[in-house]
């Protein structure tokens, strides 16, 4: 999955980032309205998490605009205290969730999940694929009941590809989920988390279609 952090507090913004990455996040950060506006334009993103009160354009600006160009991103934006007019106005502008500043991680990466779940158009806490189960929430995968460890990128790869059952997903659409900004792409690093997802999940789950992509079929009609 990959998410947008528009945060000027540079203590707060690489804090995110950090622990966004460690729950298996892709994150591109900046730190201003109008590098937003320019990620936005160029980069397809699953979340953003926006600040309000930012340098250059603020965001409740960015979030007009982006939705009066129809894109549909999620949206939890940041607010300070007591400042419950920034609150009432992000809602009314097109914000799906907020939080509160000072807030705590884990609390953050389940409202982001909830909010994944919510655009995807799941609503079970648990996504469920015959004899597989993976809960966002906690990050846990297990095949008959039984607990399988992933890797962060592994199970995000996973997450992708559950969410979307029956839609196949190019190697660089899985890349972006992987990797944010100034991240190193290893090559074949797709080809290699997929290797390992079918070594420990079954080789007959995830399909390849050589030369367009990865999916995950449905099962018995249903997802
Ligand atoms: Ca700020």
Do not use: C
Not at 44 to 55: E, N
Not at 153 to 159: A, K
């Amino acid at each position: 999955m990959r998410i947008l952090l528009v945060e000027d507090d540079t203590l707060l913004g690489d804090g995110v980032r950090v622990g966004l990455k460690q729950a298996g996040f892709a994150i591109d950060w900046v730190q201003d309205g109008l590098a937003a506006k320019l990620a936005l334009e160029t980069e397809p993103y699953a979340l953003m998490v926006l600040d309000i009160g930012l340098p250059k354009l603020s965001g409740l600006d960015v979030l007009k605009w982006l939705r009066e160009r129809h894109l549909n991103v999620p949206v939890l934006i940041l607010t300070a205290r007591d400042t419950v007019a920034d609150r009432v106005a992000g809602l009314n502008a097109g914000a799906d969730d907020y939080l509160i500043k000072p807030f705590d991680l884990d609390e953050l990466i389940a409202r982001l999940n909830a909010l994944l779940r919510r655009s995807a158009g799941q609503v079970a806490l648990i996504l469920q694929h015959g004899e597989i189960e993976l809960t966002p929430s906690t990050h846990q995968v297990s095949k008959n009941g039984q607990a399988i460890e992933l890797s962060a990128r592994e199970f995000t790869l996973l997450h992708e590809l559950l969410l979307h059952v029956g839609r196949v997903q190019s190697r660089e659409q899985l890349e972006q989920h992987l990797y944010g900004w100034g991240e190193e792409v290893e090559s074949n690093s797709v080809e290699v988390h997929i290797h390992h997802l079918r070594k420990k999940l079954g080789v007959e789950l995830i399909r390849t279609l050589r030369g367009v992509g990865y999916v995950i079929d449905k099962v018995d009609g249903k997802s």
